[in-house]
């Protein structure tokens, strides 16, 4: 008697994407960008952060007593955000992520925990921009009072000065966008991340993009240096 075999199709091996660019170089709308065009989720860790403390979640609660305190949240918090988020069904095929890992320690973590769940990472976005632009973007931009909606003096102006186009409140600057805050928030982040820079490059993992160009033009260099998997239940 013949002998019949039944074959199983193995599912992919996750993908996991680590976008690194300093704020205001476009990073969060390039994740969001290839989210939509890969099917693969956009984990920003301070929204994770947000979602966390907002929702009081153990974890959450946890944070916030760090917080309260001026003090910096431990990496053991951190990374079971992050494994958490990561448990759930729409990571099955990996995720993006933005604003995690920030440092070299986070990174062999990261790696650790990846490897429970069968995958590891595939490759770094490094997204750069000169920081003359890096500053004329977050500086110029303008928060509504009322709602949130942001507008740029450049890029996105109102119709009318100071006013919000969609409910009418005053639009105002938020410390964080006014250029002293945006020029030390730039040099914070070049001095803390160039060691992860190194970390990934050593691994041959590192892609630099050049940021200071059209949307457009940034996400067809990612998309052209996306692993193929990633596609793979998208087409």
């Known amino acids: 008697m013949r002998t019949r075999y039944s074959y199983v199709k193995k599912p992919a091996m996750p993908t996991y994407i680590v976008f690194i660019g300093p704020p205001g170089v476009g990073k969060g709308t ?23 403390i907002q929702g009081q979640t153990e974890l959450g ?51 650790e925990m990846l490897a429970d769940f069968g995958g590891k990472v595939d490759l770094v ?23 949130g909606h942001i507008f740029h003096q450049v890029n996105n102006p109102p119709q009318k000065p100071g006013v919000c186009d969609i409910d009418g409140s005053e639009l105002y600057q938020r410390d964080d966008d006014k250029i002293e805050t945006v020029r030390r928030r ?10 992860l820079i190194a970390y990934y490059r050593q691994r041959g993992l590192l892609a630099e993009i050049n940021g200071g160009r ?11 240096i996306l692993p193929s998997r990633c596609y793979a239940e998208t087409n």
Request: hydrophobic share 40%.
């Open 61 to 111: 609660k946890l944070a916030q007593t760090y917080i309260n305190r001026g003090e910096l949240v431990p990496d053991d918090v951190t990374i079971a955000m992050i494994r958490e988020r990561l448990s759930h069904p729409d990571c099955a095929r990996g995720a993006l992520m933005d604003g995690f890992p920030r440092t070299p320690a986070q990174a062999d973590a990261f790696t």
């Open 186 to 195: 730039i040099q914070v982040y070049t001095a803390q991340t160039a060691l």
């Open 125 to 147: 976005p490094c997204i750069f921009a000169p920081e003359a632009m890096l500053v004329e973007r977050l500086s110029g931009r303008w928060t509504c009072r009322a709602q």
């Open 214 to 224: 059209a949307i457009e033009e940034v996400t067809a260099d990612l998309l052209a």
């Open 30 to 52: 390039q994740a969001n960008i290839l989210a939509e065009r890969t099917g693969l989720p956009h984990i920003s860790s301070g929204d994770l952060f947000r979602e966390n």
